[in-house]
């Protein structure tokens, strides 16, 4: 049965358990998607290599999980999921952090993903690196907002396999 994510919460919860199935680049394939996320995948008409699903959350904030290859093309190897700002104005990220970054951080741990952070300029932090066996998973986050800017909410995600 192929659903249609209505909330954030939703959404993530799927990436959550897509992720946790993923062992080895096989597991990226849109079938294997379909199948643990129950999400319709669609592919580029020109190169079927590229292939993905996304959604309209709010009027302000959609979500996209889409294939990414290394150049000069061939299976792909990683996934990219990401919560989208439709304003560009660095929007209010309140309506897509009901899972907010401890939960996700939560849930990778349990399924046996080990974490380190990829430090940045400065002392900050570039992203999250989980790790299990042959794969990573980078969590990318930032402030809820400015009135909330120690809420850490997840923006994207790319699962290396």
């Known amino acids: 049965m192929i659903a249609t994510a209505t909330t954030a919460a939703e959404i993530g919860e ?7 199935s993923i062992h080895g680049v096989d597991d990226i394939a849109p079938t294997h998607i379909e199948k643990i996320t129950g999400m319709k995948v669609d592919f580029n008409p020109d190169d079927r290599n ?3 699903f996304g959604g309209k959350l ?4 959609s979500y996209n999980l889409l294939t ?3 150049s000069g093309g ?3 190897n990683r996934l990219m999921f990401s919560f989208d700002d439709q304003s560009h104005a660095d929007a209010d990220m309140a309506p897509i952090c009901a899972l907010d970054f401890d939960d996700y951080s939560k849930a990778l741990t349990a399924a046996g993903f080990a974490s380190s952070p990829a430090p940045g300029e400065h ?3 570039l992203y999250w690196d989980f790790a299990r066996g042959g794969v990573s ?3 990318y ?7 909330k800017p120690k809420h850490s909410c997840v923006s994207s995600i790319v699962i290396n396999a």
């Open 14 to 20: 799927r990436v959550l358990k897509l992720i946790d």
């Open 50 to 52: 590229e292939y993905g």
């Open 58 to 61: 709010t009027d302000v904030w």
């Open 68 to 70: 990414l290859t290394e």
């Open 74 to 76: 061939g299976q792909p």
């Open 123 to 125: 002392g900050s932090v």
């Open 137 to 139: 998973v980078n969590v």
């Open 141 to 147: 986050v930032r402030a809820e907002s400015a009135a």
